[in-house]
């Protein structure tokens, strides 16, 4: 199984700021790799896929980058309706992992 | 637009079987997408079950697969998840979602809105 780990698992931003959250696979998934936004007590919702395109209606504040192993998403402007939790996940075979998740909190 | 929606019972008991159905709305569950189970233990991540093809291919995520049945039912645009000789462990909210899967393009694109299912005698 291809391990994805996360970091941070959480951090503290304020409404503005630049957030950057990284996600580390345990071997090469070239650029299959998925990012995925979940509020409290709704499903998630995909931002990113193949490391870096946008699905669409997604802002374009988010951004994701990377390939191979290492992996980032960009928040370039962080605003209220981000607090959230996010997970990468690998689409490169099965069985399909995600992260641990990075809770995005209000500082 | 597409909409799925799980359906089945809330409360399991242990070393019973967890069944749920996840009726699919706004386009044919017969197309080119594989149909997922995704589960999430209170405050925890997700963790993949498994997938069903309209064709009735299945994969499973191996740390389940002995324990796990994904299908479909083409006529009433629904697939289901059974799982097997469940613990406390198996509490979970259970999501059903699409995967989309071609033109190199793979990701869980739609989802349900999730169904707590809770193992306890």
């Known amino acids: 199984d291809i391990q994805m780990t996360q970091s941070p698992s959480s951090l503290s931003a304020s409404v503005g700021d630049r957030v950057t959250i990284t996600c580390r696979a345990s071997?090469?998934?070239?650029?299959?790799l998925n990012w995925y936004q979940q509020k409290p007590g709704k499903a998630p919702k995909l931002l990113i896929y193949v490391a870096s395109r946008l699905q669409s209606g997604v802002p374009s504040r988010f951004s994701g980058s990377g390939s191979g192993t290492d992996f980032t998403l960009t928040i370039s402007s962080l605003q209220p309706e981000d607090f959230a939790t996010y997970y990468c996940?690998?689409?490169?075979?099965?069985?399909?992992?995600f992260g641990q998740g990075t809770k995005v909190e209000i500082k | 637009q597409v909409q799925l929606q799980e359906s089945g019972p809330g409360l399991v008991k242990p070393s019973g079987t967890l069944s749920l159905t996840c009726a699919v709305s706004g386009g044919s569950i017969s197309y080119i997408y594989w149909w997922s189970w995704v589960r999430q233990p209170p405050g925890k991540g997700l963790e993949w079950i498994g997938d069903v093809y309209h064709t009735g291919s299945t994969n499973y995520n191996p740390s389940l697969k002995s324990r796990v049945t994904i299908s479909v039912d083409k006529s009433n645009n629904q697939f289901s998840l059974k799982l097997d000789s469940v613990t406390a462990a198996d509490t979970a909210v259970y999501y059903c979602?699409?995967?989309?899967?071609?033109?190199?393009?793979?990701?869980?694109?739609?989802w349900g809105q999730g169904t707590l299912v809770t193992v306890s005698s």
């Open positions: 071997q090469s998934i070239t650029s299959y």
């Open positions: 979602a699409r995967w989309q899967d071609g033109y190199n393009l793979y990701y869980f694109d739609y």
């Open positions: 996940q690998q689409s490169d075979s099965t069985p399909r992992t």
